[in-house]
């Protein structure tokens, strides 16, 4: 199953965001990386079909069900296991099913406990937890994550961490923009690298940390990682 792009490219008010983007994504687990302003939010945004293109094509398998969560997720003004609800209801799920279903997966992200809570005061890790919970509930198979632990201390970090690795285990592929490497180390098994609005390099996560191909990456490496 591929998520096809075809010299994508998007412009707006005269400026160029994201230029000849053609790539293949969507086989496992692909971690973007780039420095801010690389066009890593905006390329995943066209992905999921958020943002229209301005030039080139992109080409969904037929029937792929895929979902988003963002660096900052917005809670609606309810509780959390409404907030994991809501999905489902807008796909039609209904009563005691959409519960249970909601249920589990906060279960899943480790907070049932806080099922009842306002999700609004829910500390920023838990609600990006919800929002985990609120994506898996639809048994999305592809999962476009923005920047999952950005603000998170270490261990919500690693935890969320771990709830990406079960969605992944569960069948689900994943394309996730980060900043921190360590985290793409452990859960991509492909790169790529974005600079300027352009992909610079698509390579094995194992070969990217190793040997980069391009003297852009390692440049990217050297910097990130004195
Ligand atoms: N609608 C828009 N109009 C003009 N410029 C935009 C628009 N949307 C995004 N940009 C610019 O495009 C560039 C890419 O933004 P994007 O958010 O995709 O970067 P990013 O790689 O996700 O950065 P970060 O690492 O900071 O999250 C930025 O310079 C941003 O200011
Ligand atoms: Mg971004």
Redesign the pocket.
């Known amino acids: 199953m591929w998520l096809e792009l075809s010299d994508l490219g998007l412009t707006?008010?005269g400026?160029c965001?994201?230029a000849d983007v053609t790539l293949k994504v969507g086989a496992g687990r692909t971690a973007i990386l780039?420095?801010?302003?690389?066009?890593?939010?905006?390329?995943l945004r066209l992905m999921h079909g958020l943002l229209k293109p301005s030039s080139g094509s992109l080409q969904w398998p037929q029937d792929l069900s895929q979902g988003m969560v963002f660096?900052r997720p917005a809670m609606l003004r309810t509780t959390a296991l409404a907030n994991v609800e809501y999905g489902l209801k807008l796909r039609g799920v209904t009563g005691a099913e959409r519960q249970q279903r909601a249920m589990d997966a906060l279960r899943r992200v480790g907070l049932p406990e806080l099922a009842g809570r306002p999700a609004r005061r829910l500390s920023g890790g838990e609600q990006q937890r919800v929002a985990l919970a609120r994506a898996w509930a639809l048994e999305p198979q592809l999962l476009f994550l923005?920047?999952p632990t950005a603000s998170l201390d270490p261990a919500s970090g690693r935890e969320v961490e771990r709830i990406i690795h079960e969605i992944a285990e569960a069948g689900a592929r994943i394309v996730m923009?980060t900043?921190n490497l360590g985290q793409a180390r452990r859960i991509a098994e492909e790169v790529i690298l974005?600079d300027g609005?352009r992909v610079l390099e698509q390579t094995p996560a194992d070969e990217f940390f190793r040997q980069p191909r391009t003297e852009a990456a390692r440049c990217f490496l050297r910097e990130e990682m004195p």
């Open positions: 707006e008010n400026v965001i994201v780039g420095p801010n302003g690389a066009g890593k939010s905006t390329l660096q923005d920047e923009t900043h974005m609005g």
